[in-house]
């Protein structure tokens, strides 16, 4: 939700997140090469392309955004405007705003720019397309996180690449990985700290097995 400042992550540092980001059936593919990030930031202006030119990917979106503090701790999710340093406004014309200035070109001007000058940027690659494997790659995400964290890195979902099915069978073949299915993709690197959304206490959304 904000740009990174170019700083490269050490060698050292990269090891500890590949570690952290490890898991049964599911492996970590640390990007850092200029390059390389040259062509996932192609792909996700690709994935901004189809999914932003797509009504109901559109409508999805805008209804998960909390325009302002009211919304915001009302529902208790969804991404709040000021954690990516918006303004807050009525829903109305923040729905209103978004119409005219919510396009590809404009994602794309942000994402862009975003990707290259960070340290890098994470996939978790799974080798089954099953449910265990997807709360598999959740963990090693959350693993990889924390460590970043604890290392002073911040890190951001780019995925673009593996929402959009052509994109995610690109990503694969780019990748090298065969039939195993990229799963993520987080960019990381050295940035500001931003104000974070709300969410509801886990005792509202989990309840103990009998």
Known sequence: RAAFDSRQASADDLVLLERAASGKGVTPMLITDKNRLDTVAELVAQGNTVQLRDPCWRKELIAWIRFNEREARRTLDGLWSRTSGNPEMPRSLGELLLRFVLSPRSQNRKDVPWIKNSAGVLVVVSEVDDAAHWIEAGRCYERFALQATALGLRNAFINQPVEVASLREQLATWLGVGSRR??????????????????????DVVSAAG
């Open 182 to 203: 990229p799963d993520l993709v987080v960019r990381f690197g050295y940035g500001p700290e931003m104000p974070k959304s709300l969410r509801r206490p886990v005792t």
